[in-house]
């Protein structure tokens, strides 16, 4: 299923990890495991945040996707089903069928 993963880093450990260099080895180590399809960096809420969007074939990987996050940023997250446009009009037409 395609899911969008949000991260929003932790200031104060943002900081931090961008001086010791852990910023980049965490991002890197999340983009080499979830492969993302697509990842964009912003800020958002006064936060440093990331958005990725990726194929998570099951729940258990969320532990493998999410525990570096969590441990070296201290990162909030937030992941949630997503569709493309060809899969919304797939659904939408399924919705229209049963009507």
Not at 15 to 36: C, D, M
Not at 81 to 86: C, E, G, R, S, T
């Amino acid at each position: 299923m395609r899911m969008m993963l949000r991260v929003r880093i932790d200031t104060a450990k943002a900081n931090e990890a961008i001086r010791s260099g852990q910023l980049p080895k965490t991002i890197n180590g999340f983009v080499e495991r979830a492969r993302p399809e697509a990842s964009y960096f912003t800020v958002d809420n006064g936060q440093r945040t990331a958005f990725f969007f990726f194929d998570m074939k099951e729940s258990s990987e969320m532990p493998v996707l999410g525990e570096d996050l969590f441990m070296s940023l201290g990162a909030e997250l937030h992941l949630t089903p997503v569709m493309n446009a060809d899969e919304l009009r797939k659904g939408l037409g399924a919705f229209m069928e049963r009507m």
